[in-house]
T-cell receptor, first 115, second 112 residues
Framework: GAVVSQHPSRVICKSGTSVKIECRSL??????MFWYRQFPKQSLMLMAT?????????EQGVEKDKFLINHASLTLSTLTVTSAHPEDSSFYIC???????????FGPGTRLTVT | GESVGLHLPTLSVQEGDNSIINCAYS??????FIWYKQESGKGPQFIID?????DKRQGQRVTVLLNKTVKHLSLQIAATQPGDSAVYFC???????????FGAGTILRVKS
């Protein structure tokens, strides 16, 4: 149980284009989803917290107009990287949480490469 | 976002030895701590957790120790195996915001 999937697992896009990453909780309903970014050989950095039906809360320094988050249902959150640039190339990981509990269930990550 | 985005230290151990991975956390008000294992190109995998009202918790081959006085967390892996090779992260749950903040991570290399 508690499986989180991400799609796509890898994506390559050209500079200036937008790319959407999906995060799904497969066997549970997630009231909260989180989006993280991880650069090579570094730790996970929280980008934003997404609650179903409401606007996402972004961490300091993360541009909300560049990283659009939509959490339209209890099983799906999407992250859209708009006008992507090579410096946006990273490993994007989502996680999902049930209610106000502590535990987060992580997805397998999406490798974004911007050329 | 918050994190300690430093380059990762490496711990090399011989197969069969015990491993101890350490982590310093930042917020004395954090109430829940987790250790994750991350293999290359994959998402973090839950290993073990501990709440702030405990100082030790044991799982299968793993033990987590929490020292709130010095804000230190450790993960002990008994009889380390090649399959344990990965990056290990600690994370603390910040009560202000109810979110996880990850530590810097440690690369564990197991030599056969």
């Amino acid at each position: 149980g508690a499986v989180v999937s991400q799609h796509p697992s890898r994506v390559i896009c050209k500079s200036g284009t937008s790319v959407k990453i999906e995060c799904r909780s497969l066997d549970f309903q997630a009231t909260t989803m989180f989006w993280y970014r991880q650069f090579p050989k570094q730790s996970l950095m929280l980008m934003a917290t997404s609650n179903e039906g409401s606007k996402a809360t972004y961490e300091q320094g993360v541009e909300k107009d560049k990283f659009l988050i939509n959490h339209a249902s209890l099983t799906l959150s999407t992250l859209t990287v708009t006008s992507a640039h090579p410096e946006d190339s990273s490993f994007y990981i989502c996680s999902a949480r049930v209610g106000a509990g502590y535990e987060q269930y992580f997805g397998p990550g999406t490798r974004l490469t911007v050329t | 976002g918050e994190s300690v985005g430093l380059h990762l230290p490496t711990l090399s151990v011989q197969e069969g030895d015990n491993s101890i991975i350490n982590c310093a956390y930042s917020n004395s008000a954090s109430d829940y701590f987790i250790w994750y294992k991350q293999e290359s190109g994959k998402g973090p995998q839950f290993i073990i957790d501990i709440r702030s009202n405990m100082d030790k918790r044991q799982g299968q081959r793993v033990t987590v120790l929490l020292n709130k006085t010095v804000k230190h967390l450790s993960l002990q892996i008994a009889a380390t195996q090649p399959g344990d090779s990965a990056v290990y992260f600690c994370a603390e749950n910040r009560v202000d915001g109810n979110k996880l903040v990850f530590g810097a991570g440690t690369i564990l290399r197991v030599k056969s």
